[in-house]
């Protein structure tokens, strides 16, 4: 599909349409290594890759991007005691209305995703989909065969009920896979996405969550090449659910 360039830009949310054909006037906006100063030129939009004030930037019809999360930021973007997440990515991807796939604690680290695709947000965070999360946790207190045994069991977890007039519940909460390493580590894998529920999984086997890292993301891993704080894309959901 062809669309004028100025279009491509807002669409990749680099601002206002004003301000996009700004930027091309300008001459800060290339296309195949040649300056591009019509705003009206046309483009073929699938493949293609441009570069705006020196930086290059491939289209999407819908952003997806991976983050390797670091402690000490909030997956929200309204964050109350932490940076948002949102603050480590790219003007361009803030304007476009990227949200978090799920949410990491504050003080959890590792792979994180973040769309503007909200079918696929459902998709990947919907337990119908059963899309695995790995988590490893580092323990307070060595991490038995026991402990273990229980998580790959199921543990009951206690959970409000919405309407206060009601008392809290239990639900059962089984993990699809689990495995020590070293003496206090312990790598669990979850297709659910509750409140803390991996510290609070721990915490049911009678130890705790000193540290979490989540490495993988149904069939995405971290790259160990991204840095803390680093982002990168994911150029099709597929890379996610193959």
Not at 217 to 225: M, T, V
């Amino acid at each position: 599909m062809k669309a004028r360039l100025s279009q491509i830009l807002f669409t990749q949310g680099f601002g206002t349409r004003r301000l996009c054909a700004g930027l091309i006037f300008n001459e800060e906006v290339k296309v195949g290594g040649e300056i591009v100063d019509d705003p009206d030129a046309e483009f073929e939009t699938e493949g293609l890759v441009f570069e705006v004030s020196g930086k290059t930037w491939p289209y999407y019809a819908k952003a997806l991007v991976l983050l390797n999360k670091p402690a000490g930021y909030e997956c929200s973007q309204k964050p109350k005691h932490h940076p948002s997440v949102l603050s480590l990515l790219p003007g361009p991807l803030r304007e476009r209305g990227v949200q978090p796939i799920g949410r990491l604690d504050e003080d959890t680290t590792g792979l994180l995703l973040l769309t503007d695709d909200g079918s696929l947000i459902h998709k990947l965070t919907s337990p119908k989909h059963h899309v695995p999360k790995v988590y490893e946790a580092t323990c307070k207190h060595p991490v038995t065969p026991e402990m273990v045994q229980q998580l790959r069991d199921g543990v009951e977890l206690r959970e409000p009920n919405r309407d206060p007039a009601k008392p809290d519940h239990t639900e059962f909460t089984q993990a699809e896979g689990a495995e020590a390493f070293g003496t206090h580590g312990i790598r669990l894998t979850l297709v659910e996405g509750k409140y803390h529920q991996v510290k609070r999984m721990i915490a049911a086997v009678g130890n705790r969550c000193e540290a979490l890292h989540r490495p993988q993301f149904g069939a995405l891993r971290l790259p160990e090449s991204l840095k803390p704080g680093e982002w990168a894309w994911v150029h099709s959901p597929a890379e996610v659910t193959a």
